[in-house]
């Protein structure tokens, strides 16, 4: 007979539980999230005009006396659940911004917009996919005694890929830097792209914001090599921004061209460092920028916004450049089950993260992301809805409304987080339910649409 396990055990334990009809109850509210927050208190609604008491909670009658929430973790690593909900929203964000709706208005399909990838430069090489892998007629060594090409074809999941041909002749002092600077080289992007079109046009470039407004929603992504390259949807609207027609001279080949230049034109440059100098960081040479055309000749809008939306769940672990949680002590780097490349640059974050001169940076801090420091999503503030505002649209939909004239008291306290072994199981049991039924609905609607 199979023994049971611990979580089997404890999963039997809280199915005789009285009160287990509302424990699932309140798993189920929570998408089966991985690691829910608790928290203990009470909410109590009463008439503004009257005082009545129209409504009362108090988490003293629940399981534990205590309310479950979502922990609202985006990375797929840390709460499958709620990484799923995090890459919904995300994608009605971003699609909103391209195509209209969430309060965005459907004109916004005839601005010019682009979907544009910015990458980082080259620290060195590195190990290649599905060709020949730096092929060299001549051969050769560098100066550390290794080979200068290598001629294989690796797959693309291969543990060689993006993986230093020299990890002694690689840059990792370079690589981390830009990491650290990568969201001000960002933001100095931006920026050059306006003077760029106030240029073009023959605009004072500090009166740009009276003809036109530049809107984005970009996100980061670690490429193999364990390097920061960033996709965003840019948006060229009038002054006032979506619901504002953009000036008659703006169309995507000017903004194609604005976004070129200024991406080879802009440049930060780090502290000076008497043990490394000081080092201008730009972007890299590979630069693409397409325009989302209504016609469809061009990227699918729906196909961006659910590619932008794939990389904000994944973590620095799911990509292998680094990991979801940070790091307290040099131990923790040397321990890290990341590969060598990465766990070489962990060590230089820390060493650098020592010097006077790099505190500001907080790399030690950031060292698990490999001194990126920057969000994984950003937005400009016109592009489109918020989370904020998608989340109280959801919490619209299930009912939960505000009371006019309605005053409010609450009073919480976090006690805790996470699961016991049996809550475990049966929340990854929820959550696989509500994404089969989800694929099923999907599954549906598209067999629907093609018959139809």
């Known amino acids: 007979m199979r023994q049971l396990s611990e979580a089997d055990r404890d999963a039997i334990r809280l199915a005789q539980d009285p009160k287990f009809g509302r424990r699932l ?26 005082g009545e008491i129209l409504h009362h909670y108090d988490t003293r009658h629940e399981p534990g006396e205590r309310l479950l929430v979502r922990c609202r973790n985006r990375r797929a690593t840390v709460c499958p659940a709620c990484s799923r909900l995090h890459a919904g929203d995300t994608y009605h964000l971003v699609r909103a911004g391209i195509l209209g709706g969430k309060n965005v208005p459907t004109a916004v399909r005839t601005h010019p917009r682009l979907f544009v ?3 980082a430069p080259s620290f060195g090489p590195v190990h290649r996919a599905e060709e020949l892998c730096r092929p060299r007629r001549d051969g050769g060594t560098c100066e550390h005694g290794r080979p200068l090409g290598c001629g294989a074809v690796h797959a693309p999941d291969a543990a060689i890929v993006g993986q230093p041909l020299c990890p002694d ?6 690589h981390v830097l830009w990491h650290a600077h990568a969201s001000k080289l960002w933001d100095r992007f931006v920026i050059d792209v306006r003077r760029r079109l106030a240029s073009a046009v023959g605009l004072v470039q500090s009166h740009f914001a009276r003809h036109a407004r530049l809107s984005f929603a970009r996100v980061a992504e670690y490429q193999k090599r364990a390097a920061v390259h960033v996709h965003a949807v ?50 890299g040479a590979q630069v693409d920028a397409r325009p989302l055309r209504t016609d469809g000749d061009g990227p699918d ?32 780097i040397e321990s890290a089950p990341v590969s060598e490349h990465v766990r070489t640059l962990m060590r230089t974050c820390w060493r650098l993260g020592g010097l006077p001169e790099y505190a500001p940076l907080r790399l030690r801090d950031w060292t698990h992301t490999l001194g990126y420091r920057g969000h994984i999503l950003t937005k400009s503030r016109a592009y489109s809805t918020t989370y904020a505002a998608l989340h ?14 309605a005053v409010t008291e609450r009073h919480w306290r ?16 929820v959550a696989e339910d509500i994404a089969l039924n989800r694929t099923v609905a999907a599954e549906s609607l598209r067999a629907g649409g093609d018959a139809a």
């Open 25 to 50: 109850e309140q798993i189920t509210a929570t998408g089966g999230c991985s690691h829910p927050i608790h928290l203990s208190g009470f909410t109590t609604t009463l008439d503004g005009t009257t």
């Open 117 to 119: 990838t910015l990458t």
């Open 169 to 174: 002749c690689y840059d990792y002092v370079a």
């Open 234 to 283: 840019v948006r060229l609207d009038g002054p006032n921004g979506p619901a504002d027609e953009p000036p008659a001279w703006s169309t995507p080949d000017q903004l194609i061209g604005a976004v070129h230049a200024s991406a080879r034109r802009v440049m930060v440059r780090t502290p000076y460092s008497p043990a490394v100098g000081e080092l201008t960081l730009r972007w």
């Open 301 to 332: 809008d729906d196909a961006v916004a659910a590619y932008v939306a794939k990389y904000v769940t994944k973590g620095a672990s799911e990509t292998g450049a680094g990991l979801d949680h940070a790091l307290s002590a040099w131990a923790d």
């Open 392 to 405: 109280a649209e959801r919490v619209h939909h299930v009912g939960h409304t505000d009371i006019p004239d």
């Open 414 to 429: 976090y006690v805790g987080s996470g699961h016991t072994p049996g809550a475990a199981l049966i929340a990854a049991g």
